[in-house]
């Protein structure tokens, strides 16, 4: 079954330290996307920063990378210099193919809560 | 900016209701879908559409159905509410990788 797995329910990081969040997926299509998702406890779902299975680099928005790495099915999520509105729930998530032609459905894992501590 | 709204923030209903959720996306995306977020479990997918009155099973469809009549608006519907589908209800909106959430409909079923 296609699934994503984030092993950390909670993670505490020090302002201005920089912290991964772990995220391993499992599929068999050889072409899919991996999301990850920022929650404030506002609730909405900010989008943050995206990898394609075929991308050769390594993605990065600003202060987010994406270590991704293939062949062990790891997408995890690099935070440098974490700053105190970076407290949130963060999704992993991965797109995949649906049954219909065209369908694509996009599935989440449960979530790492972070807190950073001024 | 694409927007996606829902069309309620909170709800409370009563056991055996119906439920109508509304979602509406003004950027012509293709597909849209209906997650339900409960603590510890993430978001689970309930329904997804692709195209106008074309939709897909997500991993918790049971006790839910969907209408997709026009492009731009994606109805989830609870034929029969019960207290187990007490939970905060998000709606998005895609084309190729960009997704658009809505702020989410919290419902309480009593």
């Known amino acids: 079954a296609q699934k994503i797995t984030q092993t950390q329910p909670g993670m505490f990081v020090q302002e201005k330290e920089a912290v991964t969040l772990d995220c391993t997926y499992d599929?068999?299509?050889?072409?899919?996307?991996l999301f990850w998702y920022k929650q404030p406890s506002s609730g909405e779902m900010i989008f943050l920063i995206y990898?394609?299975?075929?991308?050769?680099q390594n993605a990065t928005e600003g202060r987010y990378s994406l270590n991704f790495q293939k062949a062990r099915k790891s997408a995890n999520l690099v935070i440098s210099a974490s700053q105190l509105g970076d407290s949130a729930m963060y999704f992993c998530a991965m797109k995949r193919r649906g049954s219909g032609a065209g369908s694509y459905q996009l599935t989440f894992g449960k979530g790492t809560k972070l807190s950073v501590i001024p | 900016d694409v927007k996606v709204t829902q069309s309620s923030r909170y709800l409370v209903k009563r056991t055996g209701e119906k439920v109508f959720l509304e979602c509406v996306q003004d950027m012509d995306h293709e597909n849209m879908f209906w997650y339900r977020q409960d603590p510890g479990l993430g978001l689970r997918l309930i329904y997804f559409s692709y195209d106008v009155k074309m939709k897909e099973k997500g991993d918790i469809p049971e006790g839910y159905s969907v209408s997709r009549e026009k492009k731009e608006r994606f109805s989830l519907i609870l034929e029969s509410a019960s207290t187990n589908q007490t939970s905060m209800y998000l709606c998005?909106?895609?084309?190729?990788?960009?997704?658009?959430f809505g702020s989410g409909t919290r419902l309480t079923v009593v």
């Open positions: 990898q394609g299975s075929y991308d050769q």
């Open positions: 998005a909106s895609s084309i190729g990788a960009g997704y658009t």
């Open positions: 599929t068999s299509d050889p072409s899919y996307g």
